[in-house]
């Protein structure tokens, strides 16, 4: 059993209850590699903002559970090299889908984790989250589970409403299972292809996509059921156009790769919403970076080069992210 607090990790309770308090977001940025890490750790000490790690069960498989779990360790070090004596980093599990792997990333130092329970009947999602609640807190690790499901792109527009979060079992549900935060479903979803072509209108001077806006109408009655209480929402990257097309003119197709509007997460973050999920944005910017160094410079051929081209890229992204979106920045306890 490692505990994070050893490891000089922080839970998620503390920043949270600053966040909805402060009218803004912590921002949860995913990680799979070395220079995703670096980027995160560079900007969120700049910015001296919390910051939360996340690591998916696909990332475990890919980087190494071990291996990653050392890598946050190191990220609190860095942070302090960087000028921030008191960093404020989780190490979050994201999307967990079975307790057996909460208890593990739990045992392994992470100090939350998601048991994602969306897609199972209510009472089941219900009992499996509780389940998790109840081993996490012994450790004071804090979990984060979900309730109404994220849209896919596949889904037809009409089950998309239907899969909104359900402002009447809210509460019922956070009393039930114990959960510290509560990802909803308000029109988010995962991936670099929110929105079907038929579900947007087109900018008539740009051709872009216009994305129909989030259902803050759902957003507010939730937060009337439960003032105060963390909410979450995944899926949040903007998939910028400038990164959407310089991986298109160096090689790339992305057609009509659309995301979530910069200002309604603005808004989201004035909120409850309290924790903003971003992956897909960290892939553009790292694959945008990737594509135009290499076909600028066909001698390339250290990693470092176009590695370290992504890096700046997704460096920028973050500090923007912070600054200019979530407003998380300047926001540690001890600055
Ligand atoms: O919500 C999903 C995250 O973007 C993680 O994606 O499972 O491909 O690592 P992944
Ligand atoms: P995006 O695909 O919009 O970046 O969402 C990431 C996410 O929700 C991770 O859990
Ligand atoms: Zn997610």
Redesign the pocket.
């Known amino acids: 059993m490692v505990s994070y607090k050893e490891l000089g990790l922080v839970n998620t309770r503390e920043m949270f209850k600053r966040a909805v308090a402060g009218g803004y977001a912590i921002p949860a940025f995913?990680f799979n590699n070395l220079e995703q890490l670096q980027a995160i750790i560079k900007a969120s000490s700049e910015k001296k903002s919390p910051v939360i790690l996340?690591v998916s069960k696909g990332a475990r498989k890919y980087a190494n559970p071990t291996l990653l779990r050392y890598m946050a360790q190191g990220a609190v070090e860095y942070a302090k090299e960087l000028g921030c004596a008191h960093p404020e980093i989780v190490l979050h599990l994201?999307?967990g889908d079975s307790f057996e792997l909460c208890k593990d990333c739990i045992d392994l130092g992470f100090s939350s984790v998601m048991i994602d329970g969306s897609a199972l009947p209510y009472e089941e999602n219900i009992a499996l989250s509780k389940k998790v609640v109840d081993y996490a807190h012994q450790y004071d690790v804090t979990v984060e589970a979900e309730l109404g499901v994220l849209a896919g792109v596949e889904d037809e527009v009409a089950s998309e409403v239907s899969h909104y979060t359900k402002p009447e079992e809210v509460i019922d549900f956070s009393k039930r299972t114990g959960c510290d935060s509560l990802a909803i479903s308000i029109g988010?979803s995962?991936?670099a292809y929110k929105f079907k072509p038929e579900q947007c209108t087109r900018d008539p001077k740009t051709g872009r996509l216009v994305p129909p806006p989030l259902a803050f109408n759902v957003l507010a009655e939730i937060e009337k059921q439960l003032p105060g209480f963390p909410i979450v929402l995944?899926?949040?990257?903007s998939v910028p156009q400038e990164e959407v097309d310089i991986i298109n003119r160096f090689g790339g197709k992305l057609p009509d790769a659309v995301?979530i509007p910069e200002e309604q997460l603005r808004q989201a973050s004035k909120s409850a919403v309290c924790k903003i999920?971003?992956?897909?944005?960290s892939r553009l910017a790292f694959t945008a970076g990737v594509r135009q160094t290499l076909a600028e410079h066909p001698d390339y051929f250290d990693p470092r080069q176009y590695c370290g081209e992504a890096r700046k890229r997704m460096e920028a992204m973050y500090a923007h992210k912070i600054v200019d979106v979530l407003g998380s920045d300047g926001k540690l306890a001890q600055l």
């Open positions: 995913n996340q994201d999307h988010t995962h991936g995944h899926g949040s990257s995301g999920n971003i992956d897909s944005d």
